[in-house]
């Protein structure tokens, strides 16, 4: 048996500039964090001659073209795993559809337990861009790399999306008392809302590739939010960061109608009203969870309480995709 885990992520700056539309033409460039709340994956040879697949659906099939998970399908295509004997599990901390990037944690996560279970060795950066090559060249996901990247390497770092398609990353250099600073007041709650991030990406995504004056200059704008956020953070300037992180809001709300609704907006507006610094909608928008950059966290929570937000409390990972159990 394998057992591997993933850590989920929350975006810091510059989050929409990873999507190949973009940074094929302009360059990206997001500061990203894996946080404890991971997906896992855990793989058992069987005697029985089928893949019994357990996710939200429980598939048991005879070959690898009858499996209807397409990530899970495409992974086993990919490392040539034909031979149905396969017991594949997925469980997570957080549901899909929230915003942490979980679509990328599975995928890394599993093809980390396929290569464990092949006795295959792989990189942190080999893992992502595998991953990557399945989501978005494979399947066709109107998505970008950063989910995959920051899942696979894990930490608080900063990553630059090259136009040829390379991905330089480096860890943000955070003094710990800014670290712990940090930690302490982003606050996550959980809007009920679940939403597939790609019918908002795509919107984005055709935007950019036609041109579209208004996403590039919002996207634009948003990666040099990107580098002043790093900047924020690396000088322990965490009140300047939670003010980039409101700006980040208002211009991410405008790249879509999808992005926010009344209901997220209100939320939003009580929360500034009552201990928030900053914050944002995590992931693509429209769902998901709000993070807020606390001045006053107790009265945060007693407000997000008040509202009927549940709180979901998490630490920094710095160990990114990793084999938890191998027997």
């Known amino acids: 048996m394998i057992i591997t885990r993933s850590p989920l992520r929350i975006s810091l700056g510059g989050g929409g500039t990873d999507l190949p539309s973009y940074y094929r033409e302009y360059g990206g460039f997001l500061v990203a964090a894996a946080i404890d709340k991971y997906v896992y994956i855990i793989i058992n040879q069987r005697f029985v001659e089928q893949f019994l697949l357990k996710y939200s659906l429980l598939e048991e099939v005879a070959s690898v073209a009858d499996i209807r998970h397409p990530i ?189 609704n009344p209901q997220i907006n209100a939320w939003y507006d009580y929360a500034m009203a009552h201990g928030a610094s900053g914050g944002k909608v995590i992931g693509a928008g429209g769902g998901g969870f709000l993070m807020f950059y606390a001045g006053d966290k107790a009265m945060l929570r007693h407000a997000m309480k008040e509202k009927g937000l549940q709180e979901v409390r998490f630490r920094f990972d710095f160990e990114g995709t990793k084999v938890v159990t191998q027997n």
């Open 72 to 260: 899970i399908r495409e992974s086993l295509r990919a490392l040539d795993s034909q031979r149905p004997n396969l017991e594949i599990t997925s469980i997570a901390d957080i549901p899909a559809g929230t915003g942490l990037g979980s679509s990328g944690s599975f995928t890394t996560a599993l093809l980390k337990a396929l290569h464990s279970f092949k006795k295959n060795l792989i990189s942190p950066v080999e893992l992502a861009e595998q991953a990557c090559d399945i989501e978005i060249n494979r399947l066709g996901e109107p998505i970008g790399k950063q989910d995959q990247y920051i899942a696979a390497i894990g930490g608080i770092t900063a990553f630059t999306f090259h136009q040829d398609g390379r991905v330089e990353y480096r860890p943000a250099h955070l003094s710990e008392e800014t670290l712990f600073s940090l930690e302490d007041n982003l606050l996550l709650f959980f809007t009920g809302y679940s939403r597939s991030a790609s019918t908002i990406l795509k919107d984005q995504n055709d935007r950019a590739k036609q041109n579209d004056r208004a996403i590039l200059e919002n996207l634009h704008f948003t990666k040099e939010l990107g580098f002043k956020s790093l900047a924020a953070l690396e000088t322990g300037n965490l009140a300047e960061f939670a003010r980039l992180m409101d700006v980040h809001w208002q211009h991410k709300k405008a790249r879509s109608t999808g992005m926010s």
